[in-house]
């Protein structure tokens, strides 16, 4: 069985620390800790890679698209390789959980997430996996009162404090990736949760 783990963000220097690029940061520690490489396909409109886990293929994906247009990616490399849609996993930011928390889940609404949006349009349902990356929301920061407007937050890196716990949110997420490869993804959601 192939798997496709596909992390989520904004192409460029400029985006690489920015919160909405959370996707991209985990499946680069993923490559890394698999010992493979990202090259660019320009027939998947991204950059991929291959490994293997469990005698199992993975392929890694970012999508050189910018976020709204993450689905022509993974529906381009879904097609070529005959990848079924629960067989992706997407690693995403999201606004509604604290940094350092993760959430692993099957399916759902996209949450106003641009490049859910547009995936779930490119495969024909809602019905795949997602890793969900709490990166906070600019309502919770303190300030004077108005709070940050949503698209300038994401587009910003974390505070020190936010990105050492969306870090360790990374760490646990790849700590449960073995169970999840293996088809055990109950036991992956209960022990991801429980680290939050």
């Not at 759902?108 to 547009?118: Q, V, Y």
């Amino acid at each position: 069985m192939t798997k496709l783990i596909v992390g989520l963000g904004n192409p460029g220097d400029e985006h690489e620390e920015d919160r909405h690029n959370a996707g991209f940061w985990f499946v680069d520690a993923l490559a890394k800790q698999l010992g493979t490489r990202f090259e660019t396909e320009k027939r998947f409109s991204g950059k991929a890679a291959k490994a293997k886990s469990a005698a199992e293929d993975i392929f890694l994906l970012k999508p050189s698209t910018y976020m709204n247009l993450s689905g022509q990616a993974v529906g381009a490399m879904c097609r070529f390789h005959k990848i079924l849609p629960k067989d992706v996993l997407v690693v995403q930011d999201e606004l509604d959980l604290k940094p350092g928390t993760a959430r692993l889940k099957l399916g759902g609404g996209t949450g106003g997430h641009n490049g859910l949006k547009d995936i779930q349009a490119h495969l024909g349902t809602p019905d795949y996996w997602r890793l969900r990356l709490g990166i906070g929301h600019p309502r919770d920061l303190a300030g004077d009162g108005r709070p940050m407007d949503v698209a300038d937050y994401v587009l910003r890196r974390p505070l020190q404090e936010e990105q050492k716990r969306i870090d360790q949110s990374i760490e646990n997420g790849l700590q449960i990736l073995s169970l999840f490869l293996k088809g055990d993804t109950q036991t992956a959601m209960l022990e991801l949760h429980s680290k939050n």
